[in-house]
């Protein structure tokens, strides 16, 4: 397991240790796209090169393999998107979660949209090895990480990141984009972070954000999730244990957390969007959360169902 650094920082929201390790009923699940309803939607679109997800993380082995056929842009920022250090936590992080969008299909990474651009904008510094500490950044480069790919031409944000014990001045500086990408209409997809809290941050309660927590591959929320009011409002539940996605040295990792959660519901954003071009930010946001629902009071999200937000997108449409 990755550690998380409580400061007041941005840190990458952990990896879990693989299913094999849990209880052997999880070992008998379905798989997480099944999980989720992916796969009928990834049968209509691999997604398309208009489509743009900007990945606010650590740099990617833009060199894999399975990345090859993807189309990688880089926003210019103080760090470079391609990995320096195949063995630091930042590469191996950016990675996996760029495995889990716009890897090839038929790899070991779940490759819900491998057609669309893929924008990489790394927030987080290589270390010298995956036994050094988390990466982080602050508030405010983040802020200006998420302004830049609001700039950049990003039509979904991913951000397999927590904020923890941030400064009232950073969390200003966060709405401001926030509400930013809200008027530009670019959906940001936030992992609700793995400390096991009950509570919220100026990224988990935004209502524009889509928060997202993990849960097991029966779709039961596991503990370590963070939890709140606005996160059972707004946000989603994603699979979040035993995913396999691309690793770096020809190694296919199976981890979990948040950070591998997020991805599935910013890809499910993007193929809808590739299907249905001429729909809005807001309509596919609604779409994908279940906005017309009525949802329980609770500090739990409902699963991801991406199979149901096409649906209601093709109801929106006729």
Known sequence: MFPTTPISRITTSSYRQPASLFSPAVRNAASPLDLVKLRPLMELSSGRVETTIALID?????????????????????????????????????????????????????????????????????????????????PQELATALSDCIEGGAHVINLSAALAQPSSKGERKLEEVLDYAARRGVIVVVAAGNQGRVGSTALTRHPWV???????????????????????????????????SLGVNGKAPTFGGTSAAAPFVTGTITLLLSVFPKATAAAVK???????????PTVVPPLLDAWAAYQDLIKRAG
């Open 286 to 296: 609604s779409a994908v959360t279940r906005a017309g629902f009525q949802r329980s």
């Open 58 to 138: 650590g740099p990617i082995a833009s060199n894999h393999k399975d990345l090859s056929n993807t189309n990688i842009r880089e926003i210019p920022g103080t760090l470079a998107g391609t990995c320096a250090r195949a063995d630091s936590v930042a590469c191996m992080h950016g990675t996996f979660v760029a495995g889990i969008l716009c890897a090839t299909r038929g790899s070991a990474a779940p490759a819900i949209c491998p057609k669309c651009t893929l924008l990489v904008r790394p927030i987080f510094a290589e270390g010298t090895s995956a036994n050094g500490h988390m990466p982080s950044a602050t």
């Open 210 to 244: 889509i928060p997202v927590i993990a849960c097991d591959l029966r779709g039961r929320p596991l503990g370590y999730s963070n939890l709140g009011n606005s996160i059972g409002r707004r946000g989603l539940s994603a699979p979040g244990d035993g995913v396999t």
